[in-house]
């Protein structure tokens, strides 16, 4: 048949193009178009790599060869905090897949800062493993559509096993040395007031133990046996002030090794910010200063390598050093004046306990008899940052052996200057020479600490998430069956992460939001050209205005009855909707009207609605604020009271609106045995059963949301109402077309009707 309409014609070739669209999936039309550029190696990038046979002993499977893969892409991780990059990479044909798999052999993903660097080991992933397939998109979508012709790997860079970036390290290294100083001063601190109630109930118990101990010993001798209570009373009271001398001893000794700590970790604080200087050559905190805006702007350039983030890193940890130490004129001598303090007090509090001669023997620890060595913790300070430069930059077991050695040298170093330090304040207490400070240094020093601490923090987080949104670049090697790794492929791919300025896992959301909204705008238009749109008839909200008028024909009150449940709650607010409603009519009919309630809030604002609604119908004078109370906060003691109420005052017409629970048929079967009209509205499923066999009318779930609308004929409600039919309606519509297209394995229809969020 020829088609001779141009509309018929365009209607053709739009069918015949989507068609021809859904042939073809978009999953792997975005899988092989979208994306960044693919990077190639500059060799083998055609060749395929041949697996060698397993060691001696393991049985070797069959030969399999893997083909290098076309390309390999680095890309930030949208949907996240900024700190991912995900790594792809074709898959193997199905025959070459399987084989691979059979064998156990495994691709390998290498991160590094630069590719004249080290590389780190970020994972390792299966021929069959780490494919975005149809059935498995919801987590990815709209990241990317696939059909299962990639592998995919999300990398968190500082999160891989064994990475060390530049100065991250050493500027952990330094918070924690900040801390525990603070830790300290603080421990020595609160040890002091805890020695000091120490030495006090000490000595209250001796003195009660004292007027006790002649009648205890005296009774003792009396009686033979030596296992009678006043025996026991005797040796408990020797344990007991036993253990508090020695909890004295201990919390003496406890507080020298915290003062011990606090100086160590000065004094490394100090070496640390000499040592961040003079790597810097740089003469004073503004010629630092200088160097860290050279390096920035070097680093805004384009193509920066990882020597100019490693300047940038290695400058601005310097100058944080330095404001550290320049906070604080003489660091040194307010430390000794710390010591100073502590001592003293120590010393003070010592001479009021009297501790017996083998425990006032200070605990000095046997390797700690040298003389504190500043110069050699410095060196070995120095020896750690050399060996964690060339750890970064170089791989192979000698630069990791020289990373352990000088790790566990300065460990070593930090060992013996605590331990002479430990044995020097021992001394200086032992020698009973302390003099009283000048004034209080050991609590401002700390309270100087608390914000230092915080600002290095803050710092620290800063320039960890820096170092997560710079330049990394990524290779492809394979795993053996044995463990071995075969030489990477000479494919190099580059990717920074960086935050999204959108989720775009809510896309869905989105898009529904705007499309709602939209469809509420031009129903709000349309009703208020056309205001007798319509609505279907509810049989409940047509009895209203019968339940009302035949209260007021008989003189007896409406009573209103709320939910259990707070404002928080959609069918609270439904229900509140609905009584502003129904007190404006009530209070034209002069009726009296009884709000109770169970929740504080949802009677604050009931008091509102009412009062308002005789405002409004010109009735203030009669509205009457003890008719809205409330009853009870408890389910059943609410029950019992509402019940009360209409046994005692009979009203005329009930209405229960709101989330109801087991107290529903209590409710709706007293109310008709006092001959009342129930009109009833929840979208509590579990209770309409028992609403629609006790009450006259009952609104079903969305007829309880509707309610408000259908009553006051408002054109903004109206509009709402009708923009949720036509949402439904696209929603039925869809369905069939969903349904065909899914039986025509185009699965990825599935996303434009779910709201996803982030699945890794």
């Given amino acids: 048949m020829e088609l001779r309409a141009p509309a ?102 290498y991160i590094g800062v ?18 975005i397939t149809g059935e498995d998109i919801s987590p990815f979508y709209p990241y990317r ?15 891989v096993p064994g990475i060390a970036i ?68 005797l040796k408990s009271a020797d344990k007991r002030e036993r253990d508090l001398t020695e909890a004295i001893a201990a919390g003496r000794d406890g507080i020298l090794d915290n003062l011990a700590r606090y100086l160590l970790l000065n004094a490394l604080i100090g070496a640390e910010v000499e040592n961040a200087v003079r790597a810097m050559r740089a003469a004073d905190l503004p010629d630092i200063e200088r160097q860290l805006r050279d390096a920035e702007e070097a680093i805004r350039a384009e193509g920066a390598t990882a020597d100019r ?28 004046k710390i010591v100073q303090e502590v001592l003293w007090r120590l010393d003070d509090l010592l001479r009021q306990a009297q501790l017996p001669p083998d425990l006032a023997k200070l605990g000095v620890q046997a390797e700690s008899e040298a003389e504190t ?56 207490l032992g020698a009973g020479k302390s003099v009283p400070p000048e004034r209080d240094y050991l609590r401002p020093e700390i309270s100087r600490l608390r914000p230092v601490v915080d600002a290095c923090a803050a710092r620290f987080r800063l320039m960890r998430k820096e170092n997560e949104r710079r330049p990394y670049c990524f290779r492809l090697g394979l ?86 449940t707070g404002v928080g709650d959609i069918a609270v607010l439904a229900s509140i909707n609905i009584l502003g409603r129904l007190a404006r009519q009530i209070a034209a009919y002069d009726s009296d009207l009884l709000v109770v309630n169970n929740d504080a809030l949802v009677y604050s604002l009931s008091q509102e609605v009412v009062q308002e609604a005789y405002l409004e119908a010109g009735r203030p004078d009669a509205y009457n604020p003890d008719n809205v109370f409330m009853v009870a906060s408890d389910q059943f003691p609410y029950v019992a009271a509402v019940a009360g109420i209409m046994s005692r005052r009979q009203p005329a017409a009930n209405f229960f609106m709101g989330y109801f629970f087991a107290e529903s048929l209590i409710l709706a079967e007293t109310g008709a045995m006092t001959g009342a009209i129930q009109i009833a509205g929840t979208d509590s499923f579990t209770q309409l059963p028992f609403f629609i066999t006790t009450c006259d009318y009952t609104l079903m779930g969305e007829e309880l949301y509707a309610a408000s609308a259908y ?34 394995g185009l699965t990825w229809v599935k996303v434009i009707f779910t709201a996803y969020e982030k699945g890794f």
């Fill in 8 to 109: 018929l014609r365009w209607a053709a070739l739009l069918t015949c193009v989507a068609l021809a669209f859904c042939a073809r999936p978009v999953a792997s039309l975005a899988a092989q178009g979208s994306g960044p550029a693919r990077t190639k190696g500059a060799a083998e990038p055609a060749s395929e790599t041949a697996i060698p046979a397993q060691g001696e002993g393991v049985p070797a499977p069959e030969p399999v060869a893997i083909p290098a893969p076309s390309f390999l892409v680095a890309e930030p991780t949208p949907n996240d905090n900024g700190t991912r990059i995900t790594v792809r990479w074709p898959r193997l044909p199905s025959d070459r897949e399987e084989e691979a798999a059979k064998a156990k052999w495994r691709y390998v993903v």
């Fill in 114 to 131: 630069d590719p004249s660097w080290r590389w780190f080991e970020c994972g390792a992933l299966g021929a069959d493993e780490g494919l």
């Fill in 145 to 159: 559509f696939s059909d299962g012709t990639e592998h995919f790997f999300i990398v968190s860079p500082l999160e």
């Fill in 166 to 233: 530049h100065w991250l390290p050493a500027e952990k290294q330094s918070l924690d040395w900040l801390e525990g100083s603070r830790a300290a001063l603080q421990q020595c601190e609160s040890s002091l007031a805890v020695l000091k109630k120490t030495i006090e109930e000490r000595e209250l118990f001796i003195e009660k133990v004292a007027r006790y101990r002649p009648v205890w010993e005296e009774k003792a001798k009396e009686q033979a046996n030596a296992g009678t209570v006043f025996a026991w009373y």
């Fill in 309 to 336: 983030y490693d300047d940038y890193d290695r400058l601005s940890y310097a100058r944080s050093l330095a404001l550290i130490r320049e906070a604080e004129a003489d660091v040194a001598a307010t430390a000794e």
């Fill in 373 to 428: 060595d500043n110069a050699a913790l410095a060196e070995a300070l120095i020896d750690w940052h050399a060996a964690l430069a060339k750890f970064e930059r170089d791989s192979g077991p000698e630069a990791e052996k020289q990373w352990a050695e000088a790790q566990a040298g300065l460990d070593q170093a930090m060992r013996q200057w605590q331990g002479a330090m430990r044995s020097t304040v021992s001394t200086r």
């Fill in 479 to 564: 795993a053996t069956p044995t463990g071995e790794r075969t030489k990477p492929f000479a494919f190099v791919a580059s990717a920074a992460a960086r935050p999204s300025l959108f989720d775009m896992s809510k896309l869905v959301n989105f898009i529904y939001a705007i499309g709602f909204t939209g469809a509420v705008l031009l129903m709000v238009v349309y009703v208020r050209h056309h205001p007798d749109v319509f609505v279907r008839r509810i049989p409940g909200l047509e009895a209203v205005d019968e339940a009302i008028g035949r209260a007021t024909e008989m003189g007896k009150p409406v009573l209103f009855v709320h939910g259990l």
């Fill in 711 to 744: 009553l006051s004929r408002n054109a903004r409600l109206l509009a709402t109402l009708k923009a949720q039919d036509l949402g439904k309606s696209v929603l039925l519509a869809a369905l069939p077309v969903g349904m065909g297209l899914s039986n025509l």
